[in-house]
């Protein structure tokens, strides 16, 4: 089976910048793989182990994301593929949906794509669900446990996690499968792998090797304002002679503040 | 603030991938419950239950073999990474790079410099792959710095040798399956006639005691390692007769190297701990942060990390040429392990009187950086090897054999 999976890079935390036109400077904070796409990554692995095959991991953006993509080798993927192209900087969610379905039909074998539910920056949670639409394949969002997923049988079986309920769906292959939280237990990188990833030819595609039109990649949305995270709020410290004073003391806190 | 940016001369992207991969291990594997480890590793009747799960997933990991080619069963990493990987256990806990001082550092690179074919499909392979683990055992009660004092002896009697002694302060000593054991086969020739073993723990006449009431690195096991008339093989002799001191000492070599670069990942750890409570505590209307003498001590403990860390890495570089490092290492090693202590130090005093407390993690590493300045050569002997040195009194001499130098391509076959 070929399992692709996208995956994007993202700052590690929220204390970004948001620069005079509305951009977001992350300049100096750490970059990580973004929260969803660890367990996508992770659950690519265990069905290609598991039915054989091959992973593919895809990231579009600049040459920064490379780390992500040799990370996501590190910890087993067989291929990475860069999209990286001035043109398809600034093409919002949907854009990049499109320039994923194009990735998806250039690979063309492909049984199923996996991706976070949301990316921890964005959090449009719109890649997953449009990359479907595009290519015209079934999409199961929220996915936290894949009972089945038989390439074979063109069929696979999930649990979706909404706010409150589950549910057990089934749909056809190819199909989207967007991941959540605890899916499943992301594995570290392999030191064996960490040195082939370091030295594996990354190809990088261009729009043109994907044979799109940039200009019909345009952002719809265009951000008027945006308001960074606010600083988080101080801890204050509950004194006291003893465990039950401190405790009984923090009961009355969170009771005046109407949590309990 | 990244604290290792910047060293781009000795490290790679490679590096840093590793770098995080074992902060996340320790971080999410091992931080979240040192303390109650380190707490039951100081009771007399503790099962340290916690200590095989932890070094299983060590091995699993491939960080009990970092620096071994992989046709040794090793990852076959440079020796620069095996400083990362003591940096970032030792960031979390010292006893994570203890285990890699004796097993890795002390008893699987000698086996690697000094052993057989043999010695190394047999012994190496399993303990780079994590399924075996390895102790080192040279100090006795009544010899420490003084090596030659020691008293255990090896009689030749045909195909074996007739072992008999006592170490103590064996890190690992009720855990590991494989012993690199130094002991007298001709006393009269003093340090020439030590010989080196490799002793499996399962031979008839070996016993292992727990030491405890430790001031520090509780949540590791240390203890005693009785040889009684144990029949050791003459193919487990590790170089020939009376290279046992010789060995010994290459061996620190390589320990003291791992030591200085945990005690650089303490120094980090303090460090981290100090200015994220420095800017939260309050005093006198601002944070104490603020105030010129916390600012001093944090300061200082960032020159010490700086210079401690440069020391580890030169003495890294030169052990991936290939060059002899004893002068390097050990003053890394004095240097690092003493800063470290200091380091903990004034992390307590920012820290005030939580400080003093287990709910914060810098009296632990007060306690575990106290260690270091007496193991793998105490802090009295690095300053008397340094100043030997200087004097030109002692020399980095070549062995008969040195530590092979890291050849990317022949290790990853
Ligand atoms: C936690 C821990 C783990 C250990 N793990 C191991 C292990 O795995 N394997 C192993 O073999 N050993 C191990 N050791 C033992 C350690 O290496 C010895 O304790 C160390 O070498 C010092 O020896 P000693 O304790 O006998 O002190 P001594 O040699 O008796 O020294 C006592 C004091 O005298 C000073 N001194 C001695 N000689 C001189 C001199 N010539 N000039 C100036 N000052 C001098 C010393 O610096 C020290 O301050 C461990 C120790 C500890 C604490």
């Known amino acids: 089976m070929h399992a692709v999976v996208f995956i994007k890079q993202v700052p590690q935390q929220n204390s970004v910048k948001i620069t005079p036109d509305k951009q977001i400077d992350a300049s100096g904070i750490e970059p990580i793989i973004s929260l969803f796409d660890e367990y996508a990554i992770e659950e690519a692995l265990l069905q290609v182990e598991k039915n054989g095959g091959k992973v593919t991991v895809v990231t579009i953006g600049g040459e920064e994301q490379i780390d992500a993509l040799r990370k996501a080798l590190a910890m087993g993927a067989d291929q990475a593929i860069l999209v990286n192209d001035p043109a398809l900087r600034n093409i919002g969610s949907l854009g990049a949906a499109k320039v994923g379905a194009a990735v998806v039909r250039k690979l063309g074998d492909v049984d199923v794509v996996f991706c976070g539910k949301q990316s921890t920056d964005d959090e449009t949670a719109v890649f997953g669900p449009a990359v479907a639409r595009y290519l015209d394949m079934p999409v199961l969002s929220y996915v936290y446990k894949v009972h089945e997923l038989d390439p074979g049988a063109k069929r696979v079986v999930v649990d979706r996690a909404m706010e409150t309920t589950t549910e057990t769906v089934e749909a056809t292959l190819p199909a989207v499968l967007t991941t959540v939280k605890d899916l499943n237990q992301p594995r570290y990188p392999s030191l064996l792998k960490i040195k082939k990833a370091q030295k594996a030819d990354i190809p990088r595609w261009t729009a043109a090797d994907l044979g799109l039109n940039t200009a019909e990649l345009a952002p719809k949305v265009t951000y008027l304002d945006r308001v960074p995270p606010p600083p988080r709020p101080k801890g204050s410290m509950i004194d006291g002679g003893s465990a039950q004073e401190k405790a009984r003391k923090l009961v009355d806190v969170l009771v005046n503040a109407q949590v309990i | ?413």
């Open chain 2, 1 to 413: 603030m990244d604290f290792t940016a910047n060293y781009d001369m000795f490290l790679t992207e490679e590096h840093e991938m590793l770098r995080q991969t074992v902060r996340q291990f320790a971080e999410r594997e091992v931080q979240p419950f040192i303390r109650d480890w380190d707490r039951e590793g100081a009771k007399d009747e503790s099962d340290m239950a916690h200590v095989r799960p932890v070094l299983k997933r060590m091995g699993e990991l491939g960080l009990l073999g970092i620096c071994i080619p992989e046709r040794y069963g090793g990852a076959g990493m440079d020796y620069l990474s095996l400083a990362i990987v003591c940096e970032e256990l030792e960031r979390i806990d010292t006893f994570l790079r203890v285990v890699i001082s004796v097993h890795t550092g002390l008893n699987s690179l000698a086996i690697f410099q000094w052993g057989s074919d043999e010695q190394k499909q047999k012994y190496l392979v399993p303990q780079a792959q994590g399924v075996k683990l390895a102790g080192y055992c040279l100090t006795e009660p009544n010899a420490g710095t003084d090596v030659a004092g020691m008293q255990s002896t090896a009689r030749r009697e045909g195909d074996y040798y007739i072992l008999n002694g006592e170490k103590t302060w064996i890190s690992l000593a009720d855990v590991a399956d494989h012993f690199l054991v130094v002991a007298y086969t001709d006393r009269s020739k003093e340090r020439r006639g030590m010989t080196a073993f490799i002793v499996e723990r399962t031979f008839e006449g070996v016993e292992t005691h727990a030491i405890h009431g430790k001031l520090g690195v509780r949540a590791g096991n240390t203890g005693s390692v009785v040889f009684n008339n144990v029949r050791v093989p003459v193919a487990n002799r590790l170089g020939e007769e009376g290279e046992g001191f010789k060995i010994a000492m290459s061996a620190l070599d390589n320990g003291r190297y791992t030591v200085a670069a945990g005690a650089t990942g303490l120094i980090q750890a303090a460090l981290e701990a100090s200015i994220r409570y420095a800017k939260e505590r309050e005093t006198f209307g601002q944070p104490i942060a603020q105030h010129q003498l916390v600012k001093r001590m944090v300061s200082h403990m960032v020159r010490k990390l700086d210079t401690s860390r440069l020391l580890v890495y030169r003495a890294g570089w030169m052990k991936n040429q290939g060059r002899r490092n004893s002068r390097e290492t050990t003053l890394a090693k004095w240097h690092a392990t003493v800063s470290s202590f200091e380091a903990a130090d004034d992390a307590i005093q920012v820290h005030g009187a939580y400080g003093f407390s287990d709910e914060y993690p810098v009296e632990r590493m007060l306690r575990n950086a106290r260690g270091a300045v007496i193991y793998e050569g105490t802090r009295e002997l690095q300053e008397l090897l340094q100043a030997d040195f200087a004097f030109g009194f002692r020399e980095n001499n070549l062995l008969r054999r040195e530590l092979p130098a890291y050849d990317p391509a022949e290790w990853s076959e």
